[in-house]
């Protein structure tokens, strides 16, 4: 988390209804009902959720600022290439850059099953990667 902001909100995005409590909030149930928020800070782009219903508010603590995601997603995205490319590519087999297996076989089954265990692990580092930077 951010040490060095001192955090100023401002809204901008969507206004929804309601959800549910936000994690990490101190729970106040006065806050449910009405709508909820990202707040973005000015300063260093740090993110918290705010419910508010009728002047009550509840809301949750300030998440990491946009240059630590940014770094986890970077972080994310090299173990993802790196686990791609630690696939080696068969006869019959390989991994594209997204992780997606290209095959004629039918059926995994036809693979190693170490080989295809590493396809999976490098296919979900991509998820991973993928929504890490969705979440800048
Ligand atoms: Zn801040």
Redesign the pocket.
């Known amino acids: 988390m951010?040490t060095n902001?001192?955090?100023?909100a401002w809204s901008e995005g969507d206004v929804y209804g309601f959800a549910g409590p936000i994690f990490g909030a101190e729970e106040d149930r006065r806050a449910h009902g009405g709508v909820s928020w990202t707040d973005t800070?000015?300063?260093?782009?740090?993110r918290r959720g705010v419910n508010a219903n009728q002047g009550w508010r509840e809301e949750g603590p300030?998440g990491p600022?946009r240059s630590e995601r940014e770094g986890d997603a970077a972080r994310r995205e090299a173990a993802a290439r790196e686990a791609v490319a630690s696939v080696p590519p068969l006869q019959t087999a390989s991994l594209d850059s997204e992780g997606y297996v290209i095959t004629s076989s039918k059926t995994l089954d036809d693979l190693p099953a170490s080989w295809v265990e590493a396809a999976k692990r490098a296919r979900r580092a991509v998820l991973v990667a993928t929504a890490a930077r969705r979440n800048v």
Do not use: F
């Open positions: 951010s902001c001192r955090h100023v800070c000015r300063g260093c782009g740090a300030w600022s």
